[in-house]
């Protein structure tokens, strides 16, 4: 990584300070890495601008013009690569903010072709995340996923993968998560394979576990509808009943994540 650091001409680019916040991602003090992370998303993700201005793309057009973004992802697939510790979450972070460009709108065809560019640069490092994914590392399992899940268009190809995960040793609140992200991404495509509704089923009947339980109900409802298992219908007007008349305190653990789900269908 400190040699693509210094073969890139960041000045060139118009970025000489980011070799110092890529080495500060490191550091040892919590504080400097964090303001690395913070300093890298506002100046160079979202152009200068703040998150709420992304969609009409504002800096993150104009910076798009230049090729920082490309070296940038490629800085970030080599450190992620080291994996040590507080850093890969927030390499995964920012990779999944720039995966976010598609979503630009009032793009011209240029700032399209290079959009892609940056997507496929971070599509180019499948093979990190999906060890990051494999190593049952409760710390970065959901980062990983968020980022997979912002490329529908391959998701088919990493459904033999989210499978291995959720058959392994993860926390069950990671386990409703996935399940929420594979939901999400076959939403998106307009299909629901066979085999995802029979995973859901499976968890529906089989989990010990509320959160996953719950999660593979809420997924099965929305799905299928008055089509769904009693069972889960029966279950989530449960959680709706919760909802109404507890407050998050009082909610059983691990609603959160089946409550974020809820709110979005």
Same mark, same amino acid.
């Given at each position: 990584?400190?040699?693509?650091?210094?073969?890139?001409?960041?000045?060139?680019?118009?970025?000489?300070q980011?070799?110092?916040?890529?080495?500060?991602?490191?550091?040892?003090?919590?504080?400097?890495?964090?303001?690395?992370?913070?300093?890298?998303?506002?100046?160079?993700?979202?152009?200068?601008?703040?998150?709420?201005?992304?969609?009409?793309?504002?800096g993150?057009?104009?910076?798009?013009?230049?090729?920082?973004?490309?070296?940038?992802?490629?800085?970030?697939?080599?450190?992620?690569?080291?994996?040590?510790?507080?850093?890969?979450?927030?390499?995964?972070?920012?990779?999944?903010?720039?995966?976010?460009?598609?979503?630009?709108?009032?793009?011209?065809?240029? #700032?399209?072709?290079? %959009?892609? @560019? $940056?997507?496929?640069?971070?599509? !180019?490092?499948? =093979? &990190?995340?999906?060890?990051?994914?494999?190593?049952?590392?409760?710390?970065y399992?959901?980062?990983?996923?968020?980022?997979?899940?912002?490329?529908?268009?391959?998701?088919?190809?990493?459904?033999?993968?989210?499978?291995?995960?959720?058959k392994?040793?993860?926390?069950?609140?990671?386990?409703?998560?996935?399940?929420?992200?594979?939901?999400?991404?076959?939403?998106?495509?307009?299909?629901?394979?066979?085999?995802?509704?029979?995973?859901?089923?499976?968890?529906?009947?089989?989990?010990?576990h509320?959160?996953?339980? #719950?999660?593979?109900? %809420?997924? @099965? $409802?929305?799905?299928?509808g008055? !089509?769904?298992? =009693? &069972?889960?219908?029966?279950?989530?007007?449960?959680?709706?009943?919760d909802?109404?008349?507890?407050?998050?305190?009082?909610?059983?653990?691990?609603?959160?994540?089946?409550?974020?789900?809820?709110?979005?269908?």
């Open positions: 990584m400190a040699k693509l650091i210094e073969i890139v001409d960041w000045e060139e680019l118009g970025f000489p980011i070799p110092e916040l890529l080495n500060n991602l490191f550091h040892s003090d919590p504080y400097k890495r964090g303001q690395s992370y913070s300093t890298i998303q506002r100046q160079i993700v979202f152009g200068g601008e703040s998150f709420e201005d992304i969609g009409a793309g504002y993150v057009s104009l910076i798009l013009k230049s090729d920082v973004h490309i070296f940038l992802i490629a800085a970030l697939l080599s450190l992620l690569e080291q994996q040590h510790g507080t850093e890969v979450k927030y390499i995964l972070n920012l990779l999944s903010e720039l995966a976010d460009y598609v979503e630009l709108k009032d793009t011209n065809e240029l #700032l399209r072709e290079r %959009i892609m @560019l $940056v997507r496929g640069a971070i599509w !180019g490092g499948l =093979e &990190i995340y999906t060890q990051i994914l494999q190593s049952n590392d409760t710390n399992i959901e980062s990983a996923s968020n980022l997979l899940i912002k490329f529908p268009e391959y998701f088919t190809h990493l459904i033999p993968l989210y499978l291995q995960v959720l392994g040793s993860i926390a069950d609140t990671q386990k409703a998560t996935l399940l929420w992200h594979m939901y999400q991404v076959f939403t998106h495509r307009h299909e629901m394979p066979y085999a995802f509704l029979k995973l859901l089923h499976q968890f529906l009947e089989n989990s010990e509320l959160t996953s339980k #719950l999660t593979a109900a %809420i997924c @099965l $409802v929305d799905s299928l008055g !089509g769904a298992p =009693e &069972i889960a219908i029966n279950l989530v007007s449960r959680f709706i009943v909802l109404e008349t507890n407050t998050d305190q009082n909610l059983p653990p691990g609603y959160s994540i089946a409550r974020k789900a809820f709110g979005q269908i």
